[in-house]
């Protein structure tokens, strides 16, 4: 199965912004609820930002203020909106899909194809 969104390299300076988009992923996704994860080498995934009906959008504290999560539901589609961008944020960006909202990796049931972010200082 071909997934829309990006992928892929990014790169920017640090201040700057960026938007990411992925296809929901997962037979299951509409309705679900949808979050990005950040992975760098060494290290497991680690929650970012997530969006559910119940619980609206929630966000890890290194990046409040600064990143936006949305969702398109008639396009099954997630998007992250980063601003103020710093080099701590650089990574692999993964969306994913799961029936709640949780931070934890090993409880998602669908991930999304990756987009690595590089930000500059």
């Known amino acids: 199965q071909v997934k829309r969104g990006d992928s892929g390299e990014k790169l920017v300076q640090a201040g700057g912004s960026l938007r990411l988009s992925c296809d929901a992923p997962g037979p299951l996704a509409r309705g679900y609820a949808l979050a990005w994860f950040r992975q760098v080498p060494g290290q497991e995934r680690k929650f970012v930002a997530g969006?559910?009906?119940?619980?609206?959008?929630v966000y890890a504290d290194a990046v409040k203020g600064r990143f936006t999560i949305s969702r398109d539901n008639d396009q099954n589609t997630v998007f992250l909106e980063m601003y103020s961008l710093k080099p701590e944020d650089s990574g692999v960006y993964y969306c994913?899909?799961?029936?709640?909202?949780?931070?934890?990796?090993?409880?998602?049931?669908?991930w999304g194809r990756g987009t690595r972010v590089t930000v500059s200082s």
């Open positions: 969006i559910s009906g119940r619980r609206g959008a």
């Open positions: 994913s899909s799961n029936p709640v909202l949780t931070s934890t990796p090993h409880h998602i049931s669908d």
